[in-house]
T-cell receptor
Framework: DAKTTQPNSMESNEEEPVHLPCNHS???????IHWYRQLPSQGPEYVIH???SNVNNRMASLAIAEDRKSSTLILHRATLRDAAVYYC???????????FGKGTRLHILP | DVKVTQSSRYLVKRTGEKVFLECVQD?????MFWYRQDPGLGLRLIYF???????EKGDIPEGYSVSREKKERFSLILESASTNQTSMYLC?????????FGSGTRLTVV
């Protein structure tokens, strides 16, 4: 399975932007980059995904490096409710199975 | 709102009991998954299914089996529960875009 590397934890202040990095140097041409987050006492939830171009949705933005070896999840204005574990995952276009890594635990400071 | 429902939020069972964890989705998804989550180990894939009556082993299938008799229902079975199967169990179903997870069942085996 293609692997991703994320920092174990990050801190950010409330109402400021947050940039969560992810390295995936062994990404293949058919791998999509997916982000999920897991709030306390809940199952993970889908955040965003992309292949090559940057993507925006109501929850976040995804910036993908030109060589696709890294990506950044951007929360434009963090709130306390964004405190969660964020998982960066590579998902092959031909395989629905996804493997979760350890993720980044994001702490939001009031 | 689309949903994945796990039948129990908390469950306590005795060693040696046969345990059924039920998961139902209302999104007509083909693919369904069972994960367990443990501190320090993250989410690990137990079994998954791409269609009715089909099943595939994930990374840690030992001690578990599954049943998919209907498209909307995917059951995880612990044939003879042991204390090392005490964990949070998460069910998910998937569409083209991403997974939808249930809220989880916290199983304690005593």
């Amino acid at each position: 399975d293609a692997k991703t590397t994320q920092p174990n934890s990050m801190e950010s202040n409330e109402e400021e932007p947050v940039h969560l990095p992810c390295n995936h140097s062994t990404i293949s041409g058919t791998d999509y980059i997916h982000w999920y987050r897991q709030l306390p006492s809940q199952g993970p939830e889908y955040v965003i995904h992309g292949l090559t171009s940057n993507v925006n949705n109501r929850m976040a933005s995804l910036a993908i490096a030109e060589d696709r070896k890294s990506s950044t999840l951007i929360l434009h204005r963090a709130t306390l409710r964004d405190a969660a574990v964020y998982y960066c995952i590579l998902r092959d276009r031909g395989d629905d199975k996804i493997i979760f890594g350890k993720g980044t635990r994001l702490h939001i400071l009031p | 709102d689309v949903k994945v429902t796990q039948s129990s939020r908390y469950l306590v069972k005795r060693t040696g009991e046969k345990v059924f964890l039920e998961c139902v989705q209302d999104m007509d998804h083909e693919n369904m998954f069972w994960y367990r989550q443990d501190p320090g180990l993250g989410l690990r894939l137990i079994y998954f299914s791409y269609d009715v009556k089909m099943k595939e082993k994930g990374d840690i299938p030992e001690g578990y089996s599954v049943s998919r008799e209907k498209k909307e229902r995917f059951s995880l079975i612990l044939e003879s529960a042991s204390t090392n199967q005490t964990s949070m169990y998460l069910c998910a179903s998937s569409a083209v875009v991403g997974y939808t997870f249930g809220s989880g069942t916290r199983l304690t085996v005593v």
